[in-house]
């Protein structure tokens, strides 16, 4: 399925779906209460889960094929990071873990992992 998906979705989409992920990632942000440890996950998340959106428009506009490498390892890194800081968050329950936009973000983080992960098998690295 994810062959699928990323065979048919054009750079356009992916950066849409990216930037859908942060905005998502932002309004999960907003429901997590005040205390030190939500505002610590929050505000890790908040740079984790914006920064594949803002990534891949600098891997968009890449110098060379090996800068446009390094840009998606990294953004394939910093959801690897917020998929970890979700997962804290569903443990600790912040946010009761099935909470459909916490499950929802979870699934496409995955899907976005995969992704990258092809994207970057594919360019040889």
């Not at 505000?43 to 594949?52: D, E, V, Y």
């Not at 873990?97 to 995955?110: G, H, M, Q, V």
């Amino acid at each position: 399925m994810i062959c699928d998906i990323v065979k048919n979705m054009n750079q356009q989409e992916l950066e849409d779906r990216l930037i859908d992920f942060a905005v998502k990632i932002i309004e999960l942000i907003d429901m997590l209460p005040g205390t030190i440890a939500a505002k610590h996950l929050a505000n890790q998340l908040s740079r984790s889960g914006t920064a594949p959106a803002l990534n891949y428009g600098e891997a968009r506009g890449a110098e060379s094929r090996k800068d446009f490498i390094h840009k998606n390892k990294i953004i394939l890194k910093e959801l690897r990071e917020s998929l970890i800081c979700m997962k804290i968050i569903c443990r600790v329950k912040f946010i009761e873990a099935k909470a459909p936009l916490l499950e929802n973000l979870i699934d496409e983080n995955d899907q976005l992992v995969s992704i990258f992960v092809k994207t970057l098998k594919s360019l040889g690295s």
